[in-house]
């Protein structure tokens, strides 16, 4: 789940492609990855664009389709 990636502070770089059950708060819980420099979701259409902002300037966060 999210939670268990959230609580992985050792974790840089993540890549969701066409992933049905993740979430935007689903996503919000990976804020807690103070290390992460690159999230990337891809075929995602349930994912709203607006949730990068919740994420720290240090962290590339693309969202696309």
């Not at 974790?11 to 807690?32: D, I, P, Q, R, Y």
């Not at 720290?56 to 696309?64: E, H, T």
Request: hydrophobic share 45%; proline share 6%; glycine share 10%.
């Amino acid at each position: 789940s999210l939670e268990i990636l959230g609580g992985m502070n050792s974790l840089e770089e993540l890549t969701f492609s066409a992933c049905a059950g993740v979430t935007n708060e689903g996503l919000k819980k990976l804020t807690a990855l103070t290390r992460l420099r690159e999230l990337t979701v891809v075929t995602m259409p349930q994912i709203d664009p607006a949730v990068a902002g919740v994420f720290p300037p240090g962290a590339a966060v693309r969202i696309g389709s």
